[in-house]
């Protein structure tokens, strides 16, 4: 199969035509390449405050409401878009204001089959800005989604540098990893998050990120990333582990082909076997003897 990772650079709309032609132009642009998975980043949804004008998505807290407000919209355009094209998108994340949760957002990656049907993923953890600024919170628990791609798993930017929650999809075939963040700091964290995740489950991780400005905006003014794919280094990856890395900044797709059998393989035969090694670990992972040595 092959999987397109976006470098996606959020901006001001004029009008909801306007976002339709965009997020067409996107996705035909994919799967005119072959795509078969398309990964959007996270927070990419947040253009869509701009709709309301440019007050409202300079706001904080308005710009929540006014995405949430649009994501039912959005749903039904990714839902039209993954059947009229065959393909399995991850729709860029937005804040959801949802009532089952609570009376506070959560930070949700909708994820498309090519029959338009969606599941939902929800961030498990809050970086400072989204729990203290912001008032973003954790949404509902972790999925696996069995798709004909395979079994495939989502960690929203900051839940990729924990590796319990890896861990928790260790079945996952395929990790998607939509991000923002504003350094080169904060991209790194997630890249080798993304790298880490696929080495201990020996799978594949695709890394989705926003890009650069957005003066409309006080949560995604300024966007560092890439898109990039990367798998263990073991036999059948590349020894670097790197299937397919973007250009820093630039806007546009990065493109990797995956063989499915690769994962099973690398699981069952590979030089070392981190993910089902993983176990060695029960009972070390208490607080270490400490040794005094003067």
Known sequence: MKVAAAAYPAEFLDSWQAYEAKLTRWVSEAVGE???LLVFPEYG???LATL??????????ASLHAVSERVPAADALHASLARRFGVHILAASAPVFDPAIGPRPVNRARFFAPSGEMGVQDKQIMTRFEREDWGVVPGGPLRLFDTVLGKIGILICYDSEYPLLGRALQEAEILLVPSVTEALSGHSRVRIGAMARALEAQCVAVMSSVVG???WSESIDVSVGRGAVF???DIGFPETGILADGVLN???WTYAE???GAVARVRREGVVLNRLHWDDQVGRDGAPEVVALR
């Open 34 to 36: 072959g795509a078969d």
């Open 45 to 47: 949804a947040m253009e």
């Open 52 to 61: 309301a004008g440019r007050e409202v998505a300079l706001d904080l807290e």
């Open 213 to 215: 400005e957005a003066d």
């Open 231 to 233: 798998g263990p280094p």
């Open 250 to 252: 630039r806007p546009g």
């Open 258 to 260: 995956i063989d499915p």
